[in-house]
Nanobody, 128 residues
Framework: QVQLVESGGGTVQAGGSLKLSCTPS??????????MGWYRQAPGKERELVTD???????RYADSVKGRFSISQDNAKNTLFLQMNSLKIEDTAVYYC????????????????????WGQGTQVTVSP
C-alpha cells in the first residue's frame, strides 16, 4: 500500500516562509498520478483544497493563497512541494498531501475526480 509522507511543517512567524514536501513510500510514483494536491484543515473547520496540479502541469489555487503559495512537482525526485511565502496567522492548519491515482474497473483504467490517497498531515503554525 503506497502512502504519502509529508515533511517540512513547523512554526513560523507571520510573514515568514515554509516549504512542504511530499514523497510516496514504497513504489509510489507521483509522475504516474492523475494529479497531486495540497489540502489543509484548520481547527474547527472543514478540510479545504489549497492547490493542486494535474499531470499536464495545470495548477489551481484557493483564492486565499494566490500569489503567496506555489505548488511544484519534481518527478526526478519523486516529490511534490508546496512553497508558502508571506504566511498569515490564518494559514495555520494541518496540511495534507493528496493524490488522484488511477483506478481500474471492467471498462479499463480511469482517473478519479477526487483524491484517493492521502498523507498523515503536517502541522503548520503561524505565530504573530
Amino acid at each position: 500500500q503506497v502512502q504519502l509522507v509529508e515533511s517540512g511543517g513547523g512554526t513560523v512567524q507571520a510573514g515568514g516562509s515554509l516549504k512542504l514536501s511530499c514523497t510516496p513510500s514504497g513504489t509510489g510514483n507521483i509522475a504516474a498520478a492523475c494529479g497531486m494536491g495540497w489540502y489543509r484543515q484548520a481547527p474547527g473547520k472543514e478540510r479545504e483544497l489549497v492547490t493542486d496540479i494535474t499531470r499536464d502541469g495545470t495548477t489551481r489555487y484557493a483564492d486565499s493563497v494566490k500569489g503567496r503559495f506555489s505548488i511544484s512537482q519534481d518527478n526526478a525526485k519523486n516529490t511534490l512541494f508546496l512553497q508558502m511565502n508571506s504566511l498569515k496567522i490564518e494559514d495555520t492548519a494541518v496540511y495534507y498531501c493528496a493524490a488522484r491515482v488511477k483506478l481500474r474497473d471492467r471498462m479499463g483504467s480511469y482517473c478519479p475526480s477526487d483524491a484517493n490517497f492521502w498523507g498523515q498531515g503536517t502541522q503548520v503554525t503561524v505565530s504573530p
